[in-house]
T-cell receptor, first 116, second 113 residues
Framework: DTGVSQNPRHKITKRGQNVTFRCDPI?????LYWYRQTLGQGPEFLTY????????KSRLLSDRFSAERPKGSFSTLEIQRTEQGDSAMYLC??????????????FGPGTRLTVT | GESVGLHLPTLSVQEGDNSIINCAYS??????FIWYKQESGKGPQFIID?????DKRQGQRVTVLLNKTVKHLSLQIAATQPGDSAVYFC????????????FGQGTRLTINP
């Protein structure tokens, strides 16, 4: 399968612990997005990368959240000192964006985080 | 603030019937609209898209209609099948640079046998 993959698929952690998620985009895609989705809601944008550069962060991304894409390939999303409100599905998407044309974002299966 | 919303949270149709899922958006500057399908335990899957300079686009069994006058988007699914059961989201893009998606709440479509 050459789609977007995410690991782990599920993570249960205790409040106050740190967690890290990984996203492997489609190999030739230069754009990588992170979204968060809570139950019954649509995904909300968190941040995105163009190659290795993080170009935009949502105000939803507090200072406890950090994302990296060190070599312009896979990306990690770390949450420090987790809170119960961080419980959500974290989705990664990638696209091959160029210029001002619109390109489909392909989503991974997500990582479901439960903070107890 | 900017939002993309849906009229109905749930919709049930009989297998073989046509379904229509509606979406209202508030940002008249949005350039691009997309419908996504999300099955349980999976990420959103692209269905069909439409640019703001169009009012209709057809795909295989699906049609998207865009009415910019009333800021309304709809997804029509013809001859529904059990595999169409899912949550459907409309999303918009209003910045051509980042192209980040702004999603609505979603409509759960259930196909009855």
């Amino acid at each position: 399968d050459t789609g977007v993959s995410q690991n782990p698929r599920h993570k249960i952690t205790k409040r106050g612990q740190n967690v890290t998620f990984r996203c492997d985009p489609i190999s030739e895609h230069n754009r990588l997005y992170w979204y968060r989705q809570t139950l019954g809601q649509g995904p909300e944008f968190l941040t995105y990368f163009q190659n290795e550069a993080q170009l935009e962060k949502s105000r939803l991304l507090s200072d406890r959240f950090s994302a990296e894409r060190p070599k312009g390939s896979f990306s990690t999303l770390e949450i420090q000192r987790t809170e119960q409100g961080d419980s959500a599905m974290y989705l990664c998407a990638s696209s091959l964006a160029s210029g001002l044309n619109f390109y489909e974002q392909y989503f991974g299966p997500g990582t479901r985080l439960t903070v107890t | 603030g900017e939002s993309v919303g849906l009229h109905l949270p749930t919709l049930s149709v009989q297998e073989g019937d046509n379904s229509i899922i509606n979406c209202a958006y508030s940002n008249s500057a949005s350039d691009y609209f997309i419908w996504y399908k999300q099955e349980s335990g999976k990420g959103p899957q692209f269905i069909i898209d439409i640019r703001s300079n169009m009012d209709k686009r057809q795909g295989q069994r699906v049609t998207v209609l865009l009415n910019k006058t009333v800021k309304h988007l709809s997804l029509q699914i013809a001859a529904t099948q059990p595999g169409d059961s899912a949550v459907y989201f409309c999303a918009e893009i209003n910045d051509q640079g980042a192209q980040k998606l702004v999603f609505g709440q979603g409509t759960r479509l259930t196909i009855n046998p």
